[in-house]
């Protein structure tokens, strides 16, 4: 099982940028911390489900890396259940960020990770740059 570097927070922290209160994000979704999508329970309750933390009046730079560190955990989980093929660790590092952007449920479905998974490891930064837009725009990350 592999497990994300202090590399790949470093890049998703960078990629993603580091807010302590509410802000929308590319595609106008609300989002707070390191790209967290308030869920409609978040956005009624004003408490952050997976550090049991209150929102509405920002979070502390301690507050954000406990919800990143809950967020990248599902997403490291999710590809170490999809990806078949030996991973390094940039490799990991990079999916894991790719996933966290565009669903768990998109990257199952990829072309991307069926490559992946056969061997066309030379094939996946093709496949990552055809996943550069959220909301229709392009995006930074």
């Given at each position: 099982?592999?497990?994300?570097?202090?590399?790949?927070?470093?890049?998703?922290?960078?990629?993603?940028?580091?807010?302590?209160?509410?802000?929308?994000?590319?595609?106008?979704?609300?989002?707070?911390?390191?790209?967290?999508?308030?869920?409609?329970?978040?956005?009624?309750?004003?408490?952050?489900?997976?550090?049991?933390?209150?929102?509405?009046?920002?979070?502390?730079?301690?507050?954000?890396?406990?919800?990143?560190n809950a967020d990248v955990a599902k997403f490291v989980?999710?590809?170490?259940?999809?990806?078949?093929?030996?991973?390094?660790?940039?490799?990991?590092?990079?999916?894991?960020?790719?996933?966290?952007n565009i669903g768990l449920g998109n990257f199952g479905k990829s072309?991307?990770?069926?490559?992946?998974?056969?061997?066309?490891?030379?094939?996946?930064?093709?496949?990552?740059?055809?996943?550069?837009?959220?909301?229709?725009?392009?995006?930074?990350?």
């Amino acid at each position: 099982m592999y497990s994300i570097s202090k590399d790949g927070l470093r890049a998703i922290m960078k990629l993603e940028g580091f807010k302590k209160s509410v802000y929308r994000d590319v595609a106008g979704l609300l989002t707070i911390g390191v790209g967290h999508l308030l869920t409609k329970a978040e956005l009624s309750s004003g408490q952050l489900q997976d550090v049991d933390v209150m929102w509405r009046h920002g979070l502390s730079d301690d507050m954000v890396l406990e919800l990143l560190n809950a967020d990248v955990a599902k997403f490291v989980t999710g590809v170490n259940n999809v990806v078949t093929s030996r991973l390094s660790q940039a490799e990991l590092d990079t999916l894991v960020s790719f996933s966290f952007n565009i669903g768990l449920g998109n990257f199952g479905k990829s072309t991307l990770l069926r490559k992946l998974n056969a061997g066309e490891h030379s094939a996946v930064p093709a496949e990552l740059r055809k996943w550069n837009k959220a909301g229709g725009k392009e995006a930074k990350g």
